[in-house]
């Protein structure tokens, strides 16, 4: 039988071209039927017309087709990924990040945690939910991969609706771990295991061991990471060099040091000045930097690189607007490794997904989605539990409310809610501002807040 997969969000060159070029490198997946679905019929036009050339001029076992018509795209679904956003990303994401700092609420970044993080949440998860709605109807035992952010808002609020779904959240963060540990510790990857777990860009490692003596490398982490990461370059520099030479700098599948051609960097602990008091102060290394981690912490934003925050947003978003993107038989992302194991009933460990707690982190309850591994087969994929230590534990804890009343405000459309996840949010110490602040993003970010009353 002919696999179906489905890829949401295609007209997006970004995710339609990278997920393209991951699964036509697949020999598991050959002869798969792809089907492009996005609402922009001219952006998913030029998605289908590359990939057919692709197909053709490296005669690739795959069938391509594209509609706008969602219901028509799910139909006979296997795998579906979905990568959407809404309306226009920056101008709404300045507006999540500047308006509460307007009101007196300094949060860091502003897209995924804090307030910045629910009024995202606020606007992205309706159409993903309606997506859901579709798929529950016509395709629901396929597998879902949700790429969008913010991802664990996203699937707390997606499996509370439909618990009945495959709905697996997808990040590429983990991959910091291939890109440093080989650096630090002199070792090639493979001669590691490892095992991390939070909430998704929230996440720490665990645990570290050597394959070969199966000995901890915890302790060296520990010992050679903050000369590491004192000296490793960040995007203020990465900045600074895009702007002199006039040229992006490709920053996935390399440390920034690689990308930089060698050097060091201006500033010391750039991007990570958070991420070292995690690690002096908790003994843990964070998986992410501090755009990031930082979202989720009140104090972050006194100990936070802004420099490096600012110029990663800066080069991020000159990035996305003049980098072309192309397919490459290149695997880049890990999703189809696991659309892989559930065909092929591999067993095999996988590092990070995002699923809804079942007793994995035991500081949490079982309605929250946390990032953990998993053993992915042809039943699916089953977290694995963590032990996670007492005061990651409590700085995860301090997101259960809010998570807890961005899902209520949006299943029950209640503008009340959304004041109480703000109240309840440990990155906020305002009160009577809150509700005008709310007016105002609702205001302000129209139509995609209309809903809430």
């Not at 700092?101 to 995202?120: A, M, S, T």
């Not at 109807?137 to 779904?165: G, Q």
């Not at 880049?332 to 490794?337: A, L, S, Y």
């Not at 707690?357 to 694995?384: C, M, T, W």
């Amino acid at each position: 039988m002919t696999t179906k997969i489905v890829l949401i969000g295609a007209g997006s060159a970004q995710f339609g071209y990278g997920t393209l070029g991951d699964i036509f490198q697949s020999q598991t997946l050959a002869g798969s039927e792809i089907v492009l679905h996005d609402i922009n019929p001219k952006s998913l036009a030029l998605t289908e017309e590359t990939a057919r050339k692709f197909i053709a001029e490296k005669d690739l076992p795959f069938t391509i087709s594209a509609t706008t018509n969602r219901k028509e795209a799910l139909k006979g679904a296997n795998f579906i990924m979905i990568s959407i956003e809404v309306g226009d990303r920056f101008a709404l994401w300045d507006m999540d990040w500047q308006i509460p700092l307007q009101y007196g609420i300094r949060q860091v970044y502003g897209e995924n945690g804090g307030p910045g993080g629910l009024f995202h949440s606020l606007r992205i998860i309706p159409p993903i939910l309606a997506i859901c709605e579709d798929i529950a109807a016509i395709c629901p035992d396929a597998w879902i991969f949700n790429y969008s952010n913010p991802m664990s808002r996203i699937c707390t609020t997606v499996h509370r609706k439909f618990p009945e779904l495959n709905f697996v959240g997808m990040c590429h963060e983990i991959a910091s771990l291939e890109r440093y540990l080989p650096e630090i510790l002199d070792t090639p990857f493979s001669n590691l295991a490892l095992r991390a777990g939070g909430l998704n860009h929230f996440s720490v490692l665990l645990n570290a061991n050597y394959r070969d003596s199966g000995k901890d490398a915890y302790a060296d982490i520990r010992a050679k990471a903050p000369a590491y990461f004192e000296k490793l370059p960040g995007f203020a520099d990465i900045l600074n060099y895009t702007r002199k030479h006039g040229k992006l700098i490709e920053t996935e599948g390399a440390t920034e040091r690689d990308a930089m051609g060698g050097i060091d960097s201006a500033y010391p602990w750039a991007d990570r000045t958070l991420f070292k008091e995690i690690l002096e102060k908790f003994n843990y290394l964070p998986i992410t930097g501090d755009s990031h981690f930082g979202e989720y912490i009140r104090w972050a934003y006194d100990v936070s690189d802004h420099r490096g925050i600012l110029d990663f947003y800066a080069f991020y978003r000159d990035y996305l607007g003049h980098v072309e993107p192309k397919i490459e038989l290149k695997l880049k992302e890990r999703v189809v490794p696991i659309m892989e194991g559930i065909l092929t009933n591999a067993g095999y460990e996988e590092a990070a997904v995002n699923i809804p707690n079942k007793g994995y982190i035991r500081q949490l309850p079982e309605f929250i989605s946390v990032e953990v591994p998993a053993i992915i087969d042809n039943k699916g994929v089953h977290g694995i539990q963590l032990e996670m230590p007492a005061g990651i534990g409590g700085l995860l804890a301090n997101q259960v409310a809010v998570h807890d009343l961005t899902a209520e405000a949006v299943l029950n459309q209640s503008k009340e809610l959304v004041i109480q996840a703000l109240l309840v949010d440990s990155v906020n110490d305002k009160c009577r501002c809150i509700p005008e602040m709310v007016d105002l993003m609702i205001a302000r970010q129209s139509p995609y807040l209309d809903y809430l009353k």
